[in-house]
C-alpha cells in the first residue's frame, strides 16, 4: 500500500503555455502493481481582479451542460452570477461548516469540452475552463484567513476560487459514478485541462 492506496502509480503532470494566455495540464497515471483508485485535481487559486483585490464575491461563474438538481438552488450557476449574491446562502463541508462553496459539479458531455467561464467585472478579466473530465469541484477559500501572500496582500476568506477538474469524489463507493479505477496494463489514467485567459 502506498500512500493509503492499494497500488503504486508512475504519474506525471506536464504545464504548458500553448498560446499567450493559454495554460495547458496534462496529468497522466499507470497503475504499476495493482489496481489503484486515480482521481488527480490541480488546486490552483485564482482572482481575476487581482491578487490583493479582496474577495471573489463579484465573479461570475457558468458551468456549462444541464446540471440535475440545482434549479432553484444557491448552486445554479448556469447562468451568469455574482458568486457574493449567494455565498452566504450556501455552508460548505469538511467540519467547521464555513460560508461558501465547495461542491463537485457533474457536467454535460464527454471528450474535452468547456465547463466553466470565470469573469470578474471589474478588471475585465476573464477565463475558460475546458476539460476531459466528468466533475468540477467548485471552491471559493472558505476557511482563509490572514494569509500573508504577494507583496504583502494578507489574504482573508473568499479571497480566490479553485475549480479542480476531476473524477466524482467518493466513486470508489458508487457504482453509479464514473470509474476512478486504473489497472496495471488497462490503459493509462489521463487528465486534460485548458485555461484560456481573456
Same mark, same amino acid.
Given at each position: 500500500?502506498?500512500?493509503?492506496?492499494?497500488? &503504486?502509480?508512475?504519474?506525471?503532470?506536464?504545464?504548458?503555455?500553448?498560446?499567450?494566455?493559454?495554460?495547458?495540464?496534462?496529468?497522466?497515471?499507470?497503475?504499476?502493481?495493482?489496481?489503484?483508485?486515480?482521481?488527480?485535481?490541480?488546486?490552483?487559486?485564482?482572482?481575476? $481582479?487581482?491578487?490583493?483585490?479582496? *474577495?471573489? *464575491?463579484? #465573479?461570475?461563474?457558468?458551468?456549462?451542460?444541464?446540471? $440535475?438538481?440545482?434549479?432553484?438552488? +444557491?448552486?445554479?450557476?448556469?447562468? +451568469?452570477?455574482?458568486?457574493?449574491?449567494?455565498?452566504?446562502?450556501?455552508? #460548505?463541508?469538511?467540519?467547521? %461548516? $464555513?460560508?461558501?462553496? *465547495?461542491?463537485?459539479?457533474?457536467?454535460?458531455?464527454? %471528450?474535452?469540452?468547456?465547463?466553466?467561464?470565470?469573469?470578474?467585472? &471589474?478588471?475585465?478579466? $476573464?477565463?475558460?475552463?475546458?476539460?476531459?473530465?466528468?466533475?468540477?469541484?467548485?471552491?471559493? #477559500?472558505?476557511?482563509?484567513?490572514?494569509?500573508?501572500? =504577494? *507583496?504583502?496582500?494578507?489574504?482573508?476568506?473568499?479571497? &480566490?476560487?479553485?475549480?479542480?477538474?476531476?473524477?466524482?469524489?467518493?466513486?470508489?463507493?458508487? +457504482?453509479?459514478?464514473? #470509474?476512478?479505477?486504473?489497472?496495471?496494463?488497462?490503459?493509462?489514467? =489521463?487528465?486534460?485541462?485548458?485555461? =484560456?485567459?481573456?
Amino acid at each position: 500500500m502506498v500512500a493509503g492506496f492499494p497500488g &503504486a502509480l508512475d504519474v506525471y503532470v506536464t504545464y504548458q503555455l500553448s498560446g499567450p494566455y493559454d495554460l495547458r495540464i496534462r496529468m497522466n497515471a499507470t497503475a504499476l502493481h495493482k489496481a489503484t483508485p486515480v482521481n488527480l485535481a490541480n488546486h490552483a487559486y485564482w482572482n481575476l $481582479a487581482d491578487h490583493g483585490s479582496g *474577495d471573489v *464575491d463579484e #465573479s461570475t461563474m457558468i458551468p456549462t451542460g444541464e446540471v $440535475a438538481g440545482v434549479a432553484g438552488t +444557491p448552486y445554479d450557476l448556469r447562468r +451568469p452570477t455574482l458568486l457574493g449574491s449567494r455565498i452566504e446562502l450556501v455552508v #460548505s463541508g469538511g467540519g467547521g %461548516g $464555513a460560508a461558501g462553496y *465547495d461542491i463537485n459539479y457533474a457536467v454535460q458531455g464527454d %471528450g474535452f469540452r468547456q465547463v466553466a467561464y470565470v469573469r470578474d467585472p &471589474a478588471s475585465g478579466r $476573464a477565463f475558460q475552463l475546458w476539460v476531459d473530465q466528468p466533475g468540477v469541484q467548485l471552491y471559493t #477559500s472558505n476557511k482563509l484567513r490572514n494569509v500573508k501572500g =504577494k *507583496d504583502g496582500a494578507v489574504y482573508q476568506q473568499h479571497a &480566490a476560487l479553485c475549480l479542480e477538474t476531476q473524477g466524482f469524489p467518493d466513486a470508489v463507493n458508487h +457504482p453509479n459514478f464514473p #470509474s476512478v479505477i486504473v489497472r496495471p496494463g488497462g490503459g493509462v489514467y =489521463k487528465h486534460h485541462m485548458l485555461f =484560456k485567459f481573456s
